[in-house]
């Protein structure tokens, strides 16, 4: 994953070098299970490419302890070898695979993957079709940070947001009009951000996503993830007070029997490599219906806009990206990023489409609160024309002026 959306070459990272990120090293067995998983997930250049840094690993040690001391944990030659044939002939390259079979062959003919070679030389495997990945996510991930390409409309800018109290203010930066998408800087303490993450740590579980109405755990969603409830640390109630009076949403946690205004904070981690592919934070029509849903969806509607805290920073990687709007927001600790997934109109809005870029180096933490439609039916109000932004009702918004 790192190497497709990161253009990270094998050999690099074989020397723990990650665009000048140094980490541990690489071996020739580690070179081998690589390979291996690429070969089995259809990424035959990859493949390649650590299969021949495994084999030149693998030749140097074999020189250096002799082959009457060859360790059992050191991937043979002709598993290699073998395995690059079968890669080669998945591409269309039968002389190549040949080839290697022929060394493979003579080296250990018992081999598991030297039969498998043997035998698909005559039965020809179909081509493996390259996989693709969406260039633009691909290019904002490179970016890490990205402003729209109208970004000297004068409507975007940076302001001292003000909330009921008049000494109350927050650093506010607007980086989209349509989709609306904002900045919130220092929106939380150092130490409340680690209370969250110390607090969270012990009930983190794999993230799983919602697909047709089915919980299942998918590659294109890699984290850890567990609820925070506001009763369970009054920092968290007053967390939850602070983004409402930040957005002008109602954000009051499900209770049972009442509208619903917001979901209970969301605490997820990103280790190395963690990702979350492009999505939109709304369920689907069947996922709704579920009867399991931790909220009901005739009490609430659906998720109307994301308040997306980073706990941490992050050293390469972990960018959101908003794929249809052209727009990447590297991690700052301790600052929120803001988006309504509907319209004033009422209607989804598809620009909000976004993902989480894979994480090269350090740890990303998030929180985030999910505010939904009907608990805010008379907080968010809809705008007075078909087409009318955020920013045409968001001055009455924070004046209390409900339509």
């Known amino acids: 994953r790192l190497q497709r959306v990161y253009n990270l070459n094998a050999s690099e990272m074989i020397r723990g070098n990650y665009y000048g990120w140094l980490g541990p090293e690489l071996d020739e067995v580690d070179a081998w299970k690589i390979g291996e998983t690429a070969f089995t997930e259809g990424h035959l250049d990859f493949t390649i490419q650590w299969l021949y840094e495994a084999l030149a690993m693998t030749r140097k040690r074999e020189q250096s ?11 043979a030659t002709a598993k290699i070898l073998a395995l690059l ?18 060394q493979a062959a003579y080296m250990d003919p018992r081999d598991g993957n030297v039969i498998a070679l043997k035998h698909e030389l005559v039965d020809k495997p179909p081509l493996t079709e390259p996989r693709i990945i969406d260039e633009n996510f691909q290019r904002l991930c490179l970016l890490q940070n990205k402003l729209t ?3 000297f409309d004068p409507r975007l800018n940076c302001v001292y947001r003000q909330v009921i109290l008049p000494y109350y ?10 989709p609306y998408v ?3 800087y220092d929106v939380i303490t150092d130490y409340e951000s680690q209370s969250i993450i110390n607090f969270s740590q012990a009930k983190l579980e794999r993230g799983n996503v919602e697909f047709n109405g089915t919980i299942i755990k998918k590659e294109y969603r890699t984290s850890d993830l567990s609820f925070v409830k506001d009763d369970d640390l009054p920092m968290i109630a007053r967390l939850s007070k602070r983004v409402g009076a930040i957005t002008n949403l109602c954000t009051l946690q499900y209770v049972p029997g009442e509208t619903l205004s917001a979901e209970p904070f969301q605490v997820v981690n990103y280790g190395m490599g963690g990702y979350y592919s492009m999505h939109y934070d709304p369920f689907d029509e069947k996922t709704l219906n579920r009867s399991d849903m931790h909220v009901e969806s005739s009490q609430g509607g659906n998720r109307l806009a994301t308040f997306l805290i980073y706990l941490t920073d992050v050293e390469r990687g972990g960018s ?10 590297r991690p700052v600790k301790n600052m929120a990023l803001f988006w309504y997934s509907y319209k004033p109109s009422g209607e989804l809005d598809t620009d909000t489409l976004h993902a989480g870029c894979p994480v090269v180096v350090g740890h990303k933490w998030v929180t985030n609160k999910w505010m939904w439609l009907y608990g805010n039916t008379f907080t968010r109000r809809c705008g007075l024309t078909q087409d009318a932004t955020q920013l045409d009702i968001d001055q009455h918004m924070m004046k209390g002026w409900w339509a």
């Open 320 to 329: 959101t990206v908003f794929t249809n709007a052209d727009v990447a927001v």
């Open 169 to 178: 203010r927050f650093k506010q930066e607007l980086i989209s009009v349509s």
């Open 85 to 102: 044939g079968r890669s080669y002939l998945r591409q269309g390259l039968a002389d190549k695979a040949a080839e290697m079979y022929t």
């Open 65 to 75: 302890i002799g082959v009457g001391n060859f360790e059992d944990r050191i991937p």
């Open 182 to 184: 904002a900045l919130f």
């Open 149 to 151: 390409n109208n970004k």
